[in-house]
């Protein structure tokens, strides 16, 4: 079995286009294992950015206007999982899209790896929750 070069799914060895999204295959696709550790190199800079997004959105709040503040923090959630959706593409890439236990604990294996080499990597998540916890009190106060 090979995988497809643009969506990452399996695909039989014969197929000339993909199934799932229909891109051209090439006749030889060799899978291609995506760094994990390149996957998360931003993730300091992405929690910076997300906290001064997320303080930007508290004074927004309470001075100017509350959908703008609520608006900002939204936007501090999204951007403080990206290196978590860069992660999840990445096992995609590497033929982990799988739901069986071998996979999950893979995995639960490269992310706790990941967690102990890149500290910025676990507080990522802690920003993306303090943001959504924000939006939420924000639209409740609407």
Same mark, same amino acid.
């Given at each position: 079995?090979?995988?497809?070069?643009?969506?990452?799914?399996?695909?039989?060895?014969?197929?000339?286009?993909?199934?799932?999204?229909?891109?051209?295959?090439?006749?030889?696709?060799?899978?291609?294992?995506?760094?994990?550790?390149?996957?998360?190199?931003?993730?300091?800079?992405?929690?910076?950015?997300?906290?001064?997004?997320?303080?930007?959105?508290?004074?927004?709040?309470?001075?100017?206007?509350?959908?703008?503040?609520?608006?900002?923090?939204?936007?501090?959630?999204?951007?403080? /999982?990206?290196?978590? =959706? &860069?992660?999840? *593409? $990445?096992? %995609?890439?590497?033929? /982990?899209?799988?739901? =069986? &236990?071998?996979? *999950? $604990?893979? %995995?639960?294996?490269?992310?706790?790896?990941?967690?102990?080499?890149?500290? $910025?990597?676990?507080?990522?998540?802690?920003?993306?929750?303090?943001?959504?916890?924000?939006?939420?009190?924000?639209?409740?106060?609407?």
């Amino acid at each position: 079995m090979k995988f497809c070069e643009k969506c990452g799914k399996e695909i039989m060895d014969e197929a000339v286009i993909c199934p799932s999204c229909g891109c051209a295959v090439a006749k030889e696709i060799k899978k291609a294992e995506v760094s994990y550790e390149n996957c998360i190199t931003g993730a300091t800079t992405t929690n910076i950015i997300s906290a001064i997004i997320i303080v930007l959105g508290i004074v927004c709040w309470i001075l100017i206007n509350m959908w703008i503040g609520a608006i900002l923090c939204l936007a501090a959630e999204i951007i403080a /999982l990206i290196p978590t =959706s &860069k992660v999840q *593409k $990445a096992f %995609k890439q590497n033929g /982990l899209n799988g739901n =069986s &236990k071998n996979i *999950k $604990a893979k %995995k639960k294996e490269i992310i706790k790896d990941l967690k102990n080499k890149n500290r $910025a990597y676990s507080f990522s998540k802690v920003l993306a929750v303090i943001a959504f916890v924000f939006l939420l009190v924000f639209i409740l106060f609407i």
